[in-house]
Nanobody, 115 residues
Framework: QVQVVESGGGLEQAGGSLRLSCVAS????????MRWYRQPPGKQRELVAG???????NYADSVKGRFTISRDNAKNTVYLQMNSLKPEDTAVYYC?????????WGQGTQVTVSS
């Protein structure tokens, strides 16, 4: 069993920054993928960024150059540094951990960006 817990959301003005954290605990194997998704109000959940144990990353086009994903393997923690925030970044952000093709999700953390 794997538990995933996000933190760090909140209210920020456009142009500001926030950092999200996600800790995975339980049966964590050495190789896994950790991702951030988001679900804007009234829209479908979308992939924001992902990172492998080895540090390979990928980003949605809408956040490239503004968001940075990183991880601390020793702590099974993934971070999402969000800079130059825009109102359209407003969403519930979810952490996703993939281990041996099993997906584990956190409860989500709200990010609201005011204009």
């Amino acid at each position: 069993q794997v538990q995933v817990v996000e933190s760090g959301g909140g209210l920020e003005q456009a142009g500001g920054s926030l950092r999200l954290s996600c800790v995975a605990s339980g049966s964590i194997f050495s190789f896994n993928i950790m991702r951030w998704y988001r679900q804007p109000p009234g829209k479908q959940r979308e992939l924001v960024a992902g990172i492998t144990t080895g540090g390979a990353t990928n980003y949605a086009d809408s956040v490239k150059g503004r968001f940075t994903i990183s991880r601390d393997n020793a702590k099974n923690t993934v971070y999402l540094q969000m800079n130059s925030l825009k109102p359209e970044d407003t969403a519930v952000y979810y952490c996703n951990v993939v281990i041996n093709s099993w997906n584990y999700w956190g409860q989500g953390t709200q990010v609201t960006v005011s204009s």
